[in-house]
């Protein structure tokens, strides 16, 4: 009689910790898919004067959203990290999240998922200032558009 009890402490002691494992495996799983992080370098809220429009063209970086807004707009267009779930596709991952990030040779592509055209930023020294460049690469022959974005 004994030796059952201690047979079944022991299963029941090795199915928790099995169970206990797998658990926090599939939570750290699940926090790595459902949010496209914003790099810490571009983090902060940042602006640039718009010297077209006399005001200042914003950006905000947090950690899973991307905020702009240019100078004489009411309303901020925000993509955000944060991912949810699709109808499934073959072939690709069926999570899906508004806001893209990759590195390149530029610097940080930022933009919206499944789309083109959207600027490549870096932190770096700008006049001797902390600054963010914002760089726009050309559709076709000619030069992309740069301008640079400083702390507020």
Not at 41 to 65: C, E, P
Not at 112 to 138: F, I
């Amino acid at each position: 009689m004994k030796k059952g009890w201690l047979t079944l402490a022991v299963l029941l002691a090795l199915i928790s910790g099995v169970a206990l494992v797998s658990s926090s495996s599939v939570t750290a799983q699940a926090a790595k898919k459902h949010y496209t992080v914003v790099p810490k370098s571009l983090r902060g809220h940042w602006r640039s004067y718009n010297s077209q429009k006399h005001g200042y063209d914003k950006v905000i970086f947090t950690k899973w959203q991307w905020k702009t807004k240019n100078a004489g707009q009411r309303k901020w267009h925000r993509l955000s990290g944060k991912t949810f779930k699709v109808a499934k596709r073959v072939g690709t991952s069926p999570w899906y999240s508004d806001l893209s990030i990759s590195k390149g040779k530029w610097g940080y592509y930022v933009g919206q998922s499944y789309s083109d055209q959207w600027p490549y930023w870096k932190k770096l020294k700008h006049h001797g200032k902390t600054a963010l460049r914002c760089y726009l690469p050309p559709m076709g022959p000619g030069k992309g558009q740069t301008s640079y974005y400083y702390r507020y």
